[in-house]
């Protein structure tokens, strides 16, 4: 993977080659933006060219993630394929594959590839220790060494406090490149000795042409690129994925549905609660993609009442619910609490809390917040 394989950050990619060219090159670095902007295969482009610039025989090594001084750390868990102490280096064949198919792909998306879509994966203090043997060995082509830690964020306490070890002493010719969409989540200790790379949403003239690279039409390519406000991934979601997408549709309109005639009918509860056991029953990512899913189309219901429509793209199928007629609910009274509370509502979902019990009462709000004058 090369920089030319990159959507986008042309300014970046010459930053990043600048770097190599004057051998001024950070030995810790953070680069932090959300999904699907690109951070990974930026990584991956820039560890190819710290190692091999134009050697074409030590890039083809790059490419397949098979160079021995290229070195990854990701989120694991036990799965059927192992069953105790999980770490990067026993999942480098599905790590290769999920590289390969899904460059831009999202956590949820490695979950998938893993098989642990139900589990919360993290970088634990055995990978900690990975790390460290791994470092300790020269370089086997006598050059950097690079350690691509993704994901940074689900380090734990005791794996950030070894990492922090290494970036205080590293060792020689050792670059580390902590990859994180959740800034606020790396320690303070090690953040301050990271030189950080802040990514912007991609552009839509980027997105809209790694989709005709794909080759999608360049209307549906268009329209796609306004919809994912920034995130490759998600337009390829979009594209590839419209069922998911019906499924939150029908959640989303029954929520709201029964969150409206809720208030002062108790009969209108047991609806409420039923939809709560529905969501809580599916897995935790999935209920974090929903609950992001229902951040979005507030929004652009919002816009909606607003008179913004020409930056509305959301599009349901069920001819009964009409987003323009809902809009007017969604105002300046209730908008900020209902970010917030669904927010507060997908952060104790990350944490393991209880589903059922976060739906409901995020549900019961809901009624009071819709009715907002």
Not at 22 to 30: N, V
């Amino acid at each position: 993977m090369t920089f030319n394989d990159i959507l986008g950050y042309d300014s970046i990619k010459k930053h990043l080659k600048d770097s190599v060219e004057a051998k001024r090159i950070p030995h810790a670095q953070l680069f932090v933006g959300n999904e699907g902007c690109g951070t990974l295969p930026m990584a991956i482009a820039y560890a190819s060219y710290i190692l091999c610039e134009d050697n074409d025989s030590c890039l083809t090594k790059c490419n397949n993630l098979s160079h021995p001084d290229l070195h990854f750390v990701f989120p694991t868990a036990i799965t059927a394929k192992v069953k105790k102490d999980p770490i990067s280096s026993l999942f480098l064949d599905e790590w290769r594959k999920f590289i390969k198919e899904q460059p831009y792909g999202s956590l949820f998306d490695w979950y998938l590839q893993l098989g642990i879509e139900n589990k919360q994966g993290n970088i634990g203090v055995n990978e900690a220790k990975d790390i460290t043997s791994k470092l300790s060995l020269k370089a086997f082509e006598g050059g950097y060494k690079v350690m691509i830690i993704w994901m940074a964020e689900k380090m734990n306490i005791e794996s950030s406090n070894k990492l922090l070890k290494l970036l205080e002493e590293p060792p020689q010719q050792t670059i580390f490149l902590l990859i994180t969409e959740d800034e606020a989540s790396i320690l303070d200790t090690i953040r301050s000795r990271c030189q950080i790379l802040r990514f912007p949403p991609l552009s839509e003239n980027a997105i809209k042409q790694g989709l005709i690279r794909k080759g999608i039409s360049e209307g549906d390519a268009t329209k796609l690129a306004v919809r994912a406000q920034g995130n490759f991934n998600k337009a390829l979601r979009f594209f590839e994925e419209a069922e998911e997408e019906n499924v939150f549709e029908k959640w989303f309109i029954t929520w709201v549905r029964s969150a409206y005639r809720a208030k002062g009918n108790k009969s209108s509860i047991h609806g409420l609660l039923q939809w709560s056991e529905e969501i809580a029953a599916t897995g935790r990512e999935k209920q974090k993609q929903f609950l992001m899913y229902c951040i979005e189309v507030f929004r652009q219901a919002l816009l909606l009442n607003y008179n913004s429509g020409s930056l509305v793209y959301s599009e349901f199928k069920d001819p009964t619910f009409d987003l323009k007629k809902f809009a007017p609910f969604v105002h300046g009274n209730n908008i900020q609490q209902i970010h917030e509370q669904l927010e507060e509502a997908l952060f104790h979902i990350e944490r393991n809390g209880n589903a059922k019990i976060i739906f409901t009462d995020l549900s019961i709000k809901l009624t009071r917040l819709l009715h907002t004058k």
